[in-house]
Nanobody, 122 residues
Framework: RVQLVESGGGSVQAGESLRLSCVASEYIYRQYSMGWFRQAPGKEREGVACSDSDGSTTYAESVKGRFTISRDNTKNTLYLQMNSLKPEDTAIYYC????????????????WGQGTQVTVSS
């Protein structure tokens, strides 16, 4: 069954903003740490930000100060607010969940969404 569903991707100009959403099953949302990852063409999947169930967050250096990860506990939803987008942020963005802590390592996550495309043009 589908446990993570992302939405919110799109095409924007550099400097603009997007917000990604990831709706999770209740069990996943309550029990797992959740994160956002991205994969650009020809590149490996990389961690962007993660949010643990205790409220702690971790960010990749490349997005610190521009991206914000957050949770809405009433909706079992994880968000990624992306501001000041750059062309190098262009990628497919994935939501994932795992029994980890403060990890941006994709291999440590075992539940994945289908991905949503983000394209930033200059």
């Amino acid at each position: 069954r589908v446990q993570l569903v992302e939405s919110g991707g799109g095409s924007v100009q550099a400097g603009e903003s997007l917000r990604l959403s990831c709706v999770a099953s209740e069990y996943i949302y309550r029990q797992y740490s959740m994160g956002w990852f991205r994969q650009a063409p020809g590149k490996e999947r990389e961690g962007v930000a993660c949010s643990d169930s205790d409220g702690s967050t971790t960010y990749a250096e490349s997005v610190k100060g521009r991206f914000t990860i957050s949770r809405d506990n009433t909706k079992n939803t994880l968000y990624l607010q992306m501001n000041s987008l750059k062309p190098e942020d262009t990628a497919i963005y994935y939501c994932a969940a795992g029994r980890v802590y403060s990890s941006l390592l994709p291999y440590q996550y075992d539940v994945w969404g289908q991905g949503t495309q983000v394209t930033v043009s200059s």
